[in-house]
């Protein structure tokens, strides 16, 4: 539970660049990351919870699931997952490949079983020889589905923000206020948590560190996975890139301004009172970690089989 020492913060936090060329792994991961069939409506895809055009999230406090149910908590952007401690609020999965599985049989996501996407995938003769270029062999597996998606997932990176150049010398890179807002988030102490190359995601941190933070959100955080009672609302530091586009926020998304996330923070985890104008100032320098997001090509998916099985989404799953 402990955090990063604040002074890891000094240190250029760049996330690193993917490699120009696409490996047939990653382009299969491409494919499926934009596939509804894998999910059992045929209607849901990995991008309807983690949008590639809106900094990888829905902007919803919790995702449409399967068959219109309401999701269970806020869905996290998926730009620069790969660097963070785990995956997920409660860090159930270590990987990005073993984090890809888990949203395609919730039954309140994507309401598919393992069985269920193997079987679609595996009826569409055009991608075989994907899996084929991707893995020697055209055998579709659930691990080879999430394998692709992990690699394409690890792509969705963006190094170039301003305060990544402002970092590596560019003092023209962001401005005055922008400075004054990352002086006051280091003078309190808010890089404990929000450190590495995220700022966030590298520790489980009390929501509520100095007074309870008061939610009608049923999850305990890293208590729900654990399933200890010292870990009760624990929950994964979220990753502040981009955080300008990733609202709402918090795990239960209740708050959807960054002036007032920023207040809330300050009260819970630091008991302090920011001034409305150390807000704006922090609120600024946060802007400053928006990045260039990823480019990504829509891919043309193939079409059905003859044995492709057919979704029903008005259907409810057993």
């Known amino acids: 539970m402990s955090c990063i020492p604040c002074s890891a913060q000094t240190e250029v936090n760049i996330p690193r660049s993917p490699s120009a060329q696409e490996t047939p792994m990653q382009e299969l991961g491409r494919m499926l990351w934009f596939d509804p069939r894998l999910s059992r409506s045929g209607f849901i895809s990995c991008n309807s919870c983690h949008n590639l055009s809106t900094g990888g999230v829905d902007n919803l406090k919790t995702s449409v ?9 806020n869905s996290p952007t998926v730009l620069n997952a790969e660097h963070q401690v785990a995956q997920f609020w409660d860090g159930r999965a270590s990987t990005l490949e073993e984090q890809a599985g888990g949203p395609i049989t919730n039954s309140k996501e994507m309401g598919a079983t393992h069985e269920l996407a193997v079987t ?10 994907y899996f084929r ?8 597996t659930f691990d080879r589905i999430t394998a692709s998606i992990g690699a394409f997932e690890k792509t969705l990176v963006t190094p170039d923000y301003p305060f990544a150049r402002y970092m590596k010398g560019d003092r023209n890179a962001i401005s005055e206020q922008q400075i004054r807002g990352w002086e006051t988030f280091k003078k309190y102490r808010c890089v404990t948590c929000h ?3 995220n700022y966030g995601g590298k520790s489980f941190q009390k929501m509520g560190a100095v007074k309870d933070y008061e939610t009608t959100n049923p999850s305990l955080g890293r208590a729900d996975f654990t399933k200890r009672d010292r870990d009760r609302m624990f929950f994964k530091v979220p990753i502040l890139l981009n955080i300008e586009l990733t609202y709402p926020y918090f ?8 002036p007032e996330a920023v207040k809330i923070m300050g009260e819970l985890q630091l008991e302090r009172s920011f001034s409305p104008e150390q807000i704006a100032d922090i609120v600024a320098w ?3 970690l928006t990045g260039k997001q990823p480019e990504i090509v829509l891919p043309k998916l193939p079409p059905n089989g003859p044995l492709t099985p057919i979704a029903e989404p008005w259907q409810k799953s057993n």
Request: proline fraction near 10%; glycine fraction near 14%.
């Open 65 to 73: 699931g399967d068959y219109w149910q309401q999701g269970p908590i």
């Open 195 to 197: 450190s590495g190359p």
């Open 120 to 129: 679609v995938i595996d009826s569409i003769p055009g991608y075989k020889p």
């Open 251 to 258: 795990h239960d998304g209740a708050v959807s301004s960054l």
């Open 286 to 288: 946060l802007k400053s």
């Open 133 to 140: 270029k991707a893995f020697g062999t055209d055998e579709v």
